[in-house]
């Protein structure tokens, strides 16, 4: 398939918001609430021919950017402005091929972003739902799903200067030979203020929406086999949770896996190996220890990349995941011994395939296959969001992924229940009916794919635009 130029005309913005049926607690904040930011780009082809394609996003506070000085409010400014300078750049770019119209505008934005005083990582949110956008209107136009136009390179990735490390790399036959997944096991999340057991539940507390509470009931309900454990910093208290989550998951998850979720909470390399060494000690936590894949991003994004992670990585392989902000955040991270890269639609799904790429070409050169992607959540709510961050992590080939947003919102609540409706009716193996609505279906802890092999970047419908709001301008630089 041969990749078209296309021009990008228009860009239309729009957000609703929603809240949490549960507080969700990871590093230092804690959210109740939020807001999904969804776009609409309008895509000419060069036969004249105009499209539409959308993508959809949490305008997620306190990750992209971890600033205390910055309110919530001001996070989603940040974000809406990063939309901006990748919208203006896009416009003014011209016919180019969806892949060379996100390449050839890389060091541009993060320039303007740079003036503006925008992290590495605000600015590639605004690319990462241009390029999901604009690469759906692609997709529709031909006809064909995520994984077969990518399979066929439609969107015309190639060597370039943004990615020089791999120049010669055969990006089409890369491409052609990966293989989607049509299941996936789904990683459920424990946050830092989940309960883990009734226990921890005061009197009057309960939702009692008919949805698991506990991780005793999540274990229950979906029969996880893969969790993801968040650690808050402070090595006593880690220990402790860590403790009592390993009870229940030993007695109700046999044969699990997990991982280790840092969120950058210690200072160093040193305070977390701290950390595994306190792990390695607690017999309460012999299996658990056994079962841990890899500890991600434990040592805050400021140090990250300047810190020697060898010593902890002789233990357990780590993943970079906030320092992941530019393409080169990888391949630097590499040299301080980190062997592993988490892949997030939030940051851009051609920075996924070519940190793929990266892996692909090293196991070649070590001989053994040491580097590896690991797929992590950012709240991706049902609908468009979660659909087309599933139809990424499938054609990755990965065996789980983490998944949190079912758990701590409400289905598609928030959302028209005839949209909810139409999403189930088009992909009846991702959701399942319930009295309060549609919700995303977890059988034996496994999320069937199978439905998002259809025309479209991993959705058969649209969410609908005229119940939403029109994106506010950003109100940034702050003074």
Partial sequence: MTAPRITLEDLRCFEWPFRLRLPFRFGVITVTHGRQAVLVARVRLENGRVVEGMAAETLAAKWFDKDPALTDEQNEHQLRRAIEIARNAYLAAGPRTPFALFADSYAGVLAQAAIERLPPLVAGFGPALLDRAILDAVLRAHGVSFATGMRANVAGIAPHPAIGDLDGFDWNGFLAGLSPQPRIAARH?????????????????????????????????????????????????????????????????????????????????????????????????????????????????????AADMTPLAAHRPVIVDESDGTLDAFPTARE?????????????????LINLARCRVWNDEAGAERFFMSGEDL??????????????????????????????????????????ERFLAAHPGLYRPSARG??????????????????????????????????????????
């Fill in 336 to 352: 301080r011994g980190y062997t592993g890269v988490s892949s997030k639609n939030c940051k851009g799904f051609y920075k996924s």
């Fill in 379 to 420: 709240t991706t709510l049902a609908g468009l969001c979660v659909q087309q961050d599933l139809a990424l992590v499938s054609l990755l080939g990965l065996g789980h992924v983490e998944r949190n947003g079912h758990h701590f919102v409400d289905g598609f609540s928030g959302r028209p229940p005839a949209e909810a």
């Fill in 189 to 305: 999340t424990v946050g830092l203020v989940d309960p883990i057991t009734a226990s921890d539940q005061p009197a009057g507390s309960r939702v009692e929406d008919g949805l698991p509470e506990t991780l005793e009931e999540v274990c229950t309900a979906y029969r996880h086999t893969h969790f993801k454990l968040k650690v808050g910093g402070d090595i006593a208290a880690d220990v402790d949770r860590l403790s009592r989550i390993a009870a229940v998951l030993d007695r109700l998850a046999p044969g699990y896996r997990a991982t280790l979720d840092g969120n950058e909470q210690y200072a160093d390399a040193e305070a977390a190996l701290a950390l595994w060494r306190a792990i390695e000690a607690e017999p309460r936590l012999a299996r658990l220890r056994q079962s841990v894949l890899f500890i991600e991003q434990p040592v805050k994004r400021a140090a990250a990349l």
């Fill in 438 to 479: 549609p919700r995303l279906a977890i059988t034996e802890g496994t999320l069937d794919l199978g439905s998002l092999d259809c025309a479209g970047f991993g959705s058969a419908v649209l969410p609908d635009t005229a119940a939403m709001e029109p994106m506010p301008k950003a109100e940034w630089p702050v003074s």
